[in-house]
């Protein structure tokens, strides 16, 4: 049986996403949902993408409804309330994400990134300024360029996917 919390501490803590779960005792929740935040405010940060910004705002409005609900539950509707993971790592099938082959080019691709903005930081003073700002901001551009031709990839398969799916409808419709 979890204990009502004050509603004014509660309010604060909805403030920072996560808190307010942890502070009412679902720790696996509201640590589910601050480690969410921070993870997608690290990747916006170091990819140099800001509009990935928007998920993480999308997560701190959830997190502050959810605990704003949470204060207004009835003692009994919070004792139902389920301590459990917002992602769930027992049903994922990992030989078959081990085995494609995207998300291993996906990894090295980011790895390689990584490394080369490492090493052109610690080699800019032996290129001259003018090729420095151009490999610079090249490097930078990478991590755009490469989400923006994957989102279009996606774009392009979930359209074949449903086209092959309706001519295949169509293809059994027609037989009977």
Known sequence: MKKKKNKVWT???SLIP???EMYWGLMKQGFSLLALFLGICFVSVITVIGPLMIFALLVWFYSFFHARNMAYMSQEELDHEEDRYLVRLTGIEWERIRGNKVVSWIF???GAWLLMDALWDFS???FPDRINWAVSRAIDMIPRFVIGCGVIWIGVTLIRG???KLEDAAG???KR
Do not use: D, V, Y
């Open 108 to 110: 090295i691709i980011f």
């Open 11 to 13: 309010f604060i803590f």
């Open 124 to 126: 800019g003073s032996i």
């Open 162 to 164: 449903r086209k092959e």
């Open 172 to 174: 059994s419709a027609e």
């Open 18 to 20: 996560g808190c307010a």
